[in-house]
């Protein structure tokens, strides 16, 4: 297909990226099946729950420590995969889906660009065989879906830069509420394209109106969303704030250096992506789409280096998981500013030389930092590409402990005269082994299991007071945190101990008033 | 006053009823109807009375399967509308390579009743139409018994292609019933009704005949968008401002580039006059004559399209004057609904299966979410404030879920709808009134209560609308 296909056979084009998208994932996701991806697990774990848990749906079971949208995202996949008889495999099919529309979004763009079909190609083969992508996706990981997100949020800006159309203005505003859903700190990226679309509309008669409408129109999707999100929180759980008191209650400092990640991680993402941002951002540009995009990237990276304590407790100091939005920012920005760039040149065009000098400047400076972090190792890549490929995809985890905890709850909870026990799981990845221990039972019994689980042990009292007797305990975390709010407890230590996890079985429980 | 030959007033106000009974007005629930409504009715109330719950239940799920459907239809219309331009336009260099010798002869009809105010100001607009005078004949349609009017048809100087005609009193007294009697006085290749308080682009006719000559001849309506020249008066015409946006300029043209029938707007429709004539011209028993026009007609192979030119209106904003016109509006539909439903197989053959969804979408759908509207908005409130026992057993997990999707979901996405309406027109400062929305819903609300039983009491009287109230002629910047 060329240039000058039907609007029809560029159509067809989209729909086949989006299938080859898709396809590799799943081949990818099939060959890493092992593994899984905490975030992502836990997005299919709560929208498991939110399914089967009390025998029928409850969307108060989606869970409030973890942005919502990746949830409601996995529900319908995760009631599919229920049927094929194989929950987990709504992980690949979120991954796929998600790769596949992040495929279709950029396609769609790279059609619009006219650029030749060998750079619509190469592009869309960076996007989605990169590692970072790639193995967010083969995990099922919440992170696709930022990135479609992002994507969106730039593809709709770009459009809307030039042509001014609603309906850019319209998809722009639904992707940002999707992204801040998705990731909180994605907040700051909407307030950059807030701000951009906003010097952007004064102009004509009224300009501040023209602005006051035009940043209504865009900021109520997302005001409303997030507004619904607290109210929630505020319902459901008794505490208007209690996700962000979750979210970012973790170590607030990264385990390495902030600012040289900070700066260093987009590039390992994308290694020409400050270049390209620099190119699209100077004046004169000849067109405003692109240079919105290099203001998202960078409005992506600079609130890392003024609040690293917020994004440090996103990850528990790890700087990969706590840093993930701004290296999805980098990757996706990355194929759309690398396109906007192809597209403004012809081959033998003579503004090639002059205006690639500062260009050319940043990108070697880029390329030298790039070599001397990596030389001094001061920041570890995640995986290699090829790795990646045969399914050693990076952020993947092994649960076999998780799955014979599951297992070893499960058996205890069928076991005769049980019906009616429960089991208390504290600690993380509790949601992770409450998953597998319902998805060991759920063929046999009916309902599930009573499993509760707390996903933290800064809350002591609330589980140790509602223990009876005949439950099962299981701290997966350091026990000595618990001695004394277990004091009063009499429990008998379970033979079967899995690495340093702790599980008990309630004798006798009485509650000494503080 | 007209010398032309006169037509039979009879014959005119009753042609619809004489050739098409099937499809008029005069009776507005046929004894079939009755019998099936009152069937439905004794089914119901067995199944209450044996399994109240359970038809509660089912009554329930099957209106918040309605709404969802129906906020997704409307939503997927106007994304349509947004992602590509439906309605024809033409620059005015393509208007101006028109021939004018070549231009087809032009009838504009203006219905008059109590009009005496705005007449001069109507004449004045009308004669600077961009269109050669030859061509164009100016029907002022006026009542009998409209004294005032008349007189002050009489005391102006009209230009020669204003032909004053007086309407013989008969019943109904409707203004379908006028523009009939004018109808059947036209030689003209095309028709265009305009209400007294409107202000046409200039050019809108030579748009028209540019759109009825690249469309195919299946397409004999063209529909003209609508908005206020008085959006910014209050706060109920600025909602006003915004609906009409949200109808005209995305609602229909989604709707015509569906190939569905479209309920026309009561004024701005251009016509190929042979057609209409044909049909037996607009029914004068139905209170929304424009919108059974516009259904009458596609079931008869007649389609519309929309031309992007503005007629520029008056938006009502007293509130109890708007409430009269609003029920006079559900009323209407009501009539039309119930008239195309008299044989709902033949009107499946006659719109296919699109067609009839989009119908009922579109006539009755807006009138369930009216009426249905109230009802659920108070078990939400009472469920937040005082939890009673009732609400619970009626909402399952199932319809639940559907039930949150409505309320937060489905709620939000009219709000949106009403934000992109004043937003796609560049009206920036009515975007945040825009967001009160729901309010003017409720006012449509009670508006379409008062129109059922003004249904069953007088399903025949025009609440007339008084025009000239709100401030000047010229645009409200």
């Known amino acids: 297909m060329n240039n000058q296909t039907s609007p029809a056979g560029r159509e067809l084009e989209c729909w086949i990226a989006f299938a080859l998208a898709a396809a590799i994932v799943v081949i990818v996701g099939m060959q890493a099946a092992p593994l899984v991806n905490w975030d992502g697990l836990s997005a299919l774990a709560h929208a498991y729950d939110v399914l089967f848990r009390d025998g029928s749906v409850n969307i108060a079971l989606l869970g409030f420590v973890e942005p919502p949208a990746s949830v409601i995202c996995y529900i319908p996949l995760v009631a599919i995969a229920h049927l094929l008889g194989n929950v987990e495999i709504a992980a690949v099919m979120f991954g796929a889906l998600f790769m596949g529309i992040a495929a279709l979004l950029t396609a769609r763009l790279l059609v619009r660009m006219s650029l030749p079909l060998y750079a619509r190609i190469v592009l869309l083969g960076l996007l989605v065989l990169h590692p970072l992508t790639l193995s967010y996706a083969a995990l099922g990981s919440p992170v696709i879906l930022l990135l479609v997100a992002v994507l969106g949020i730039m593809k709709s800006i770009m459009s809307w830069s030039d042509d001014g159309h609603l309906r850019d203005l319209i998809g722009c505003s639904l992707y940002a509420a999707l992204a801040v859903l998705t990731r909180y700190e994605m907040v700051f990226v909407v307030i950059a394209a807030a701000g951009y679309i906003g010097s952007r509309s004064y102009r004509g008669e009224a300009p501040w109106q023209r602005i006051e409408g035009t940043l209504i129109t865009f900021l109520l999707p997302v005001a409303y969303f997030s507004a619904l999100w607290i109210g929630a929180n505020s319902i459901i759980m008794g505490d208007a704030w209690y996700f962000l008191k979750h979210t970012f209650g973790g170590p607030d400092i990264f385990t390495q250096n902030t600012?040289?990640?900070?700066?260093?991680?987009?590039?390992?993402?994308?290694?020409?992506?400050?270049?390209?941002?620099?190119?699209?951002?100077?004046?004169?540009?000849?067109?405003?789409?692109?240079?919105?995009?290099?203001?998202?990237?960078?409005?992506?990276?600079?609130?890392?280096?003024?609040?690293?304590?917020?994004?440090?407790?996103?990850?528990?100091?790890?700087?990969?998981?706590?840093?993930?939005?701004?290296?999805?920012?980098?990757?996706?920005?990355?194929?759309?500013?690398?396109?906007?760039?192809?597209?403004?040149?012809?081959?033998?065009?003579?503004?090639?030389?002059?205006?690639?000098?500062?260009?050319?400047?940043?990108?070697?400076?880029?390329?030298?930092?790039?070599?001397?972090?990596?030389?001094?190792?001061?920041?570890?890549?995640?995986?290699?590409?090829?790795?990646?490929?045969?399914?050693?995809?990076?952020?993947?985890?092994?649960?076999?402990?998780?799955?014979?905890?599951?297992?070893?709850?499960?058996?205890?909870?069928?076991?005769?005269?049980?019906?009616?026990?429960?089991?208390?799981?504290?600690?993380?990845?509790?949601?992770?082994?409450?998953?597998?221990?319902?998805?060991?039972?759920?063929?046999?019994?009916?309902?599930?299991?009573?499993?509760?689980?707390?996903?933290?042990?800064?809350?002591?009292?609330?589980?140790?007071?509602?223990?009876?007797?005949?439950?099962?305990?299981?701290?997966?975390?350091?026990?000595?945190?618990?001695?004394?709010?277990?004091?009063?407890?009499?429990?008998?230590?379970?033979?079967?101990?899995?690495?340093?996890?702790?599980?008990?079985?309630?004798?006798?429980?009485?509650?000494?008033?503080? | 006053m007209s010398h032309r030959q006169q037509p039979d007033i009879s014959d005119v106000s009753l042609r619809v009823l004489r050739d098409r009974p099937e499809e008029c007005a005069y009776i507005t629930v046929t004894g079939p109807q009755k019998i099936a409504i009152l069937a439905a009715l004794i089914i119901l109330a067995v199944f209450a009375a044996l399994w109240g719950c359970e038809v509660l239940v089912v009554l329930n799920g099957a209106a918040m399967v309605f709404y969802v459907v129906h906020s997704v239809w409307k939503f997927w219309l106007v994304w349509r509308s947004l992602e590509h331009k439906v309605e024809l336009a033409y620059s005015p260099e393509e208007l101006a390579a028109l021939d004018e010798q070549t231009l087809p002869t032009y009838t504009i009809q203006v219905p008059l009743y109590r009009e005496a105010e705005v007449l001069p100001v109507l004449v004045e607009c009308l004669d600077g139409l961009d269109y050669p005078r030859e061509k164009v004949t100016v029907q002022l349609l006026m009542e009998e018994d409209d004294v005032e009017t008349i007189e002050a048809c009489r005391s102006l100087d009209l230009p020669p292609q204003f032909e004053p005609i007086v309407v013989p009193d008969s019943e109904p007294k409707t203004k379908p019933k006028a523009c009939n009697y004018g109808l059947y006085q036209s030689d003209s290749d095309l028709l265009v009704i305009f209400d007294a308080e409107d202000r046409p682009e200039p050019d809108q006719l030579k748009k028209a005949v540019a759109a009825f000559r690249d469309l195919p001849d299946d397409i004999t309506i063209l529909q003209a968008k609508l908005n206020f020249y008085n959006q910014r008066h209050n706060l109920l015409t600025k909602w006003f401002t915004g609906e009409y946006s949200v109808w005209f300029d995305l609602f229909l043209p989604g709707l015509t580039a569906a190939r569905s029938p479209i309920p026309l707007g009561g004024t701005s429709n251009h016509f190929k006059a042979d057609h209409l004539k044909e049909l037996g011209g607009w029914d004068p028993f139905n209170v929304t004559e424009d919108c059974d026009l516009g259904i009458r007609m596609h079931k008869h192979g007649h389609h519309a399209a929309m031309i992007d030119s503005t007629t520029w209106e008056e938006a009502n904003g007293e509130l109890f004057s708007w409430i009269r016109q609003r029920s006079r509006w559900v009323k209407g539909y009501l009539q039309t609904w119930l008239v195309h439903m008299r044989r709902p197989l033949q009107l499946f053959g006659q719109l296919g299966a699109r067609g009839f969804f989009n119908f009922q979408m579109t006539i009755g759908g807006s009138l369930l979410c009216f009426l249905l509207n109230p009802v659920y908005w108070l078990m939400t409130a009472l469920w937040f404030t005082v939890h009673p026992a009732f609400i619970s057993p009626i909402f399952p997990p199932v319809i639940l879920a559907l039930g949150t999707f409505c309320l937060f979901i489905g709620n939000f996405v009219f709000v949106y709808l009403a934000v992109a309406g004043c937003a796609n027109r560049g009206y920036w400062d009515l975007v945040k009134h825009s967001v009160l929305t729901p309010v003017y819903w409720l006012l449509m609300s009670i508006g379409a209560y008062k129109a059922v039983i003004q249904l069953v009491h007088n399903p025949h009287y025009w609440e007339k609308t008084d025009h000239g109230q709100f401030g000047g002629t010229s645009l409200d910047e």
């Open chain 1, 259 to 514: 600012f040289v990640a900070v700066v260093v991680l987009p590039l390992i993402a994308f290694p020409f992506i400050y270049a390209l941002a620099y190119h699209e951002a100077r004046p004169p540009g000849p067109g405003h789409g692109p240079a919105a995009v290099s203001l998202l990237v960078m409005s992506a990276i600079i609130p890392p280096l003024l609040i690293p304590g917020a994004y440090a407790s996103l990850g528990d100091g790890k700087i990969w998981p706590a840093l993930c939005s701004i290296t999805i920012m980098a990757v996706g920005g990355g194929v759309l500013l690398a396109a906007a760039f192809l597209s403004q040149y012809a081959p033998g065009d003579t503004k090639l030389t002059h205006r690639l000098r500062g260009t050319v400047v940043v990108a070697i400076l880029s390329v030298g930092l790039l070599a001397t972090v990596r030389v001094g190792g001061i920041v570890s890549p995640p995986t290699t590409h090829i790795d990646t490929l045969r399914g050693n995809v990076a952020f993947g985890q092994e649960a076999s402990a998780e799955r014979d905890l599951g297992e070893t709850i499960a058996g205890y909870l069928v076991g005769p005269g049980r019906e009616d026990n429960r089991a208390v799981v504290v600690g993380w990845p509790g949601f992770a082994v409450a998953f597998f221990a319902r998805q060991r039972v759920s063929p046999l019994h009916r309902p599930l299991p009573a499993i509760e689980v707390y996903p933290e042990s800064r809350v002591y009292r609330e589980p140790v007071e509602r223990l009876q007797p005949g439950d099962l305990l299981v701290i997966l975390e350091d026990e000595r945190a618990w001695a004394s709010a277990l004091a009063p407890v009499s429990m008998t230590k379970l033979p079967r101990e899995l690495g340093s996890w702790q599980v008990y079985q309630i004798r006798t429980y009485y509650w000494l008033a503080p």
